[in-house]
């Protein structure tokens, strides 16, 4: 069975700044998926960013960018020029390749709050 | 392109009583997951159908809980007898393929009384 951890259960920045969210996995597969979601108050789940594990490349969307380290099973969100509207829990989610049994692990999330 | 679809958006039952919720995904996805988010933790995977098919119901209950998702239609997640602790939110998600990306419904949130 796979876990997904996230340490920080509240971070708290002033608008405009850089900011990192951090997720560790464990499991034994080699093939797998990574994903960041949002979930404003609305309630909502939103895609932020997805990484292949097979990729060395760090996946990047906009503002959004993932520091993936698969020997340490580390994958990290950073938000750079952080916005008020980034205001959310953030949930780091696992899926292991072929076949999509067992659907997605999240971690208990980070509540993100961006100071005016 | 409307997105996953899922009603009621928020439902109310007495103990004992039946939840009926329902998911209609994005229009190409033949995958559906249905996810249970208890307050302050993430989601937790339920079930996983694809059309006229339970893939994988390991994280379901194993009583009052069922699931369908019907040639014609949309997705099912029926809960009999609910009790106080299943209340929650239940989200619904498709995919066109098994590892492609999930996109999520609004959620129903069900209070029991």
């Known amino acids: 069975a796979q876990t997904v951890t996230q340490s920080q259960p509240e971070m708290s920045v002033q608008e405009a700044e850089t900011v990192t969210l951090s997720c560790t996995y464990d499991t034994s597969e080699n093939n797998y998926y990574l994903f960041w979601y949002k979930q404003p108050p609305s309630r909502q789940m939103i895609l932020v960013i997805r990484?292949?594990?097979?990729?060395?490349q760090n996946a990047t969307e906009n503002r959004f960018s993932v520091n993936f380290q698969k020997a340490a099973k580390s994958f990290s969100l950073k938000i750079s020029d952080s916005q008020l509207g980034d205001t959310a829990m953030y949930f780091c989610a696992f899926i292991r390749s072929g076949g999509g049994a067992d659907g997605l692990t999240f971690g208990k999330g980070t509540h993100l709050i961006i100071q005016p | 392109n409307a997105g996953v679809m899922q009603n009621p958006r928020h439902l109310v039952r007495r103990r004992g009583q039946e939840a009926r919720l329902r998911c209609s995904p994005m229009k190409g996805h033949s995958h559906v997951y249905w996810y249970r988010q208890l307050p302050e933790e993430g989601l937790k995977f339920m079930v996983y159908?694809?059309?006229?098919?339970?893939?994988?119901e390991s994280g379901m209950p194993k009583e009052r809980f069922s699931a369908e998702f019907p040639k014609e239609g949309p997705s099912i997640l029926r809960i009999q007898q609910v009790v106080r602790g299943d209340s929650a939110a239940y989200f619904c998600a498709s995919s066109p393929g098994a590892t492609d990306t999930q996109y999520f419904g609004p959620g129903t949130r069900l209070t029991v009384l």
């Open positions: 159908l694809q059309k006229e098919n339970i893939i994988d």
């Open positions: 990484q292949e594990a097979y990729k060395q």
